[in-house]
Nanobody, 117 residues
Framework: VQLVESGGGLVQPGGSLRLSCLAS????????MGWYRQAPGKERELVAT??????????VAVKGRFTISRDNAKDTMNTVVLQMDRLKPEDTAVYYCNAALPTFDFWGQGTQVTVSA
């Protein structure tokens, strides 16, 4: 499975960004897809996940501001989107796409999101 993120950048507090993850490989519809982030000097943390049944889970810090969605139209190519609204400076981090099964997972290279005036 290969994961390629896009859509990061610099945005002012209160603004919005839309991150996309293009996933390619076999059996993608079986994976739980997710977004994680890592700020400087901190550990990587969960932002949001979405299961094959489209059940979603959000970190408390982003609930109500971020929305995760996925397109399962093809089993070999999926797009996972993280819509981020009302961004805060503390959302600044490198955001990583993740594709997970119970016993292993895959990571993208990450995309930088900076929220600053």
């Amino acid at each position: 499975v290969q994961l390629v993120e896009s859509g990061g950048g610099l945005v002012q507090p209160g603004g919005s960004l839309r991150l996309s993850c293009l996933a390619s490989g076999s059996g993608l519809s079986l994976y739980t897809m997710g977004w994680y982030r890592q700020a400087p000097g901190k550990e990587r943390e969960l932002v949001a996940t979405i299961t094959r049944e489209s059940t979603t889970n959000y970190a408390v810090a982003v609930k109500g501001r971020f929305t995760i969605s996925r397109d399962n139209a093809k089993d070999t190519m999926n797009t996972v989107v993280l819509q981020m609204d009302r961004l805060k400076p503390e959302d600044t981090a490198v955001y990583y796409c993740n594709a997970a099964l119970p016993t292993f997972d895959f990571w993208g290279q990450g995309t930088q999101v900076t929220v600053s005036a």
